[in-house]
Nanobody, 122 residues
Framework: QVQLVESGGGSVQSGGSRRLSCVVS????????MAWFRQAPGKEREGVAA????????TYADSVKGRFTISREYATNTLYLQMNDLKPEDTAMYYC???????????????WGQGTQVTVSS
């Protein structure tokens, strides 16, 4: 079974930065496509950023372009989301997801972490 474990959430003031991490089961990590999603209370889950299995391509939601960066570190089986210039509207539970299919920002990935909360205060 694939395991994804997020960390790095917390509270930050508007304009601040935060880096989220997601450690993935080693046997699955190398060949998987991965993404970050977020879900605020009362809202649908939203794709934030996704990265290809060979880092050859990334895609971002318009709302985070220029502020968030997705990356992966193969040596530690870790997916990252660097979030800069955070805004109150970025407040949500953030989830990492993985699959062997490239779903881009669609919430169709078959493997999910438990989530980590990010709260941005104005």
């Amino acid at each position: 079974q694939v395991q994804l474990v997020e960390s790095g959430g917390g509270s930050v003031q508007s304009g601040g930065s935060r880096r989220l991490s997601c450690v993935v089961s080693k046997y699955f990590y190398s060949n998987s496509y991965m993404a970050w999603f977020r879900q605020a209370p009362g809202k649908e889950r939203e794709g934030v950023a996704a990265i290809g299995s060979s880092d050859s391509f990334t895609t971002y939601a318009d709302s985070v372009k220029g502020r968030f960066t997705i990356s992966r570190e193969y040596a530690t089986n870790t997916l990252y989301l660097q979030m800069n210039d955070l805004k109150p509207e970025d407040t949500a539970m953030y989830y990492c997801a993985a699959d062997v299919v490239w779903w881009m920002l669609l919430p169709k990935y078959r493997n999910w972490g438990q989530g980590t909360q990010v709260t941005v205060s104005s």
